[in-house]
């Protein structure tokens, strides 16, 4: 599975952005995926998950803010961002979870800088 995030830029603080994945190769073999983040000195974190069956799971920073979405083929993925803030600031990665080889695949991140 290969994974190209896009979407990603400067805002600013309270303004809205959105990210998108596109995935190609063994889809038909993914069974979730979602967005990380990581920032400069931070670990990698959960920004929100999506499954086959539609179910949704968001970091806490992000509930309320952030909605995960998906086409029904695997091939696209968006995370809608609102009410974005500096804290936002930070790399944002694409994953895909296959059921053919259980191998997580990551995308190779776009960055997202929310400042004044």
């Known amino acids: 599975v290969q994974l190209v995030e896009s979407g990603g830029g400067l805002v600013q603080p309270g303004e809205s952005l959105r990210l998108s994945c596109a995935a190609s190769?063994?889809?038909?073999?993914?069974?979730?995926m979602g967005w990380y983040r990581q920032s400069p000195g931070n670990q990698r974190e959960l920004v929100a998950t999506?499954?086959?069956?539609?179910?949704?799971d968001y970091g806490d920073s992000v509930k309320g803010r952030f909605t995960i979405v998906r086409d029904t083929a695997w091939r696209s993925m968006y995370l809608q961002m609102t009410n974005l803030n500096p804290d936002d600031t930070a790399v944002y990665f694409c994953?895909?979870?296959?059921?053919?080889?259980?191998?997580?695949?990551w995308g190779q991140g776009t960055q997202v800088t929310v400042s004044s």
């Open positions: 190769g063994s889809v038909y073999s993914v069974y979730r």
């Open positions: 994953t895909a979870h296959s059921a053919l080889d259980h191998q997580q695949y």
């Open positions: 999506i499954t086959s069956g539609g179910d949704t």
